[in-house]
């Protein structure tokens, strides 16, 4: 009779915790993925805060050496898709198209080479 009894206290619980544990999953994956699209620096994407944005794409090697080093850094075993200049009000910001077995990475950088964002959409 006992063993009945803790058979179906057993069952119980894990009926109980089972939808807990998936919520809790969910929300840890929802944090993680708005960690990896936080803003680092504190500064605000000139895509988002600006209407006289103006976009060109540029070469690794045109861009200033802080900036060009953040970017192999974070580009180490990754393709770089594609470098844009973003410039409003005298600002400039980098954004960075990384890719490496299918994932794509997007980092958006100031003029310092400070990462302002990374994740899988940067803006």
Excluded: C
Aim: proline share 2%; charged share 25%.
């Amino acid at each position: 009779m006992r063993a009945l009894h803790w058979l179906i206290t057993s069952v119980a619980l894990g009926l109980v915790a089972a939808p807990a544990l998936a919520q809790t999953q969910q929300g840890q994956q929802q944090q993680q993925q708005a960690q990896q699209l936080q803003l680092f620096a504190g500064e605000e994407p000139l895509e988002e805060t600006r209407k006289d944005v103006k976009k060109d794409n540029v070469k690794l090697d045109a861009l200033p050496t802080q900036v060009r080093t953040s970017i192999e850094g974070w580009g180490q075993g990754r393709k770089i898709e594609k470098v844009e200049q973003i410039s409003a009000g005298g600002q400039i910001q980098y954004k960075v198209h990384l890719e490496k077995n299918g994932k794509k990475l997007e980092l958006l950088l100031n003029s310092q080479g400070k990462v302002l964002r990374a994740g899988k959409e940067a803006t």
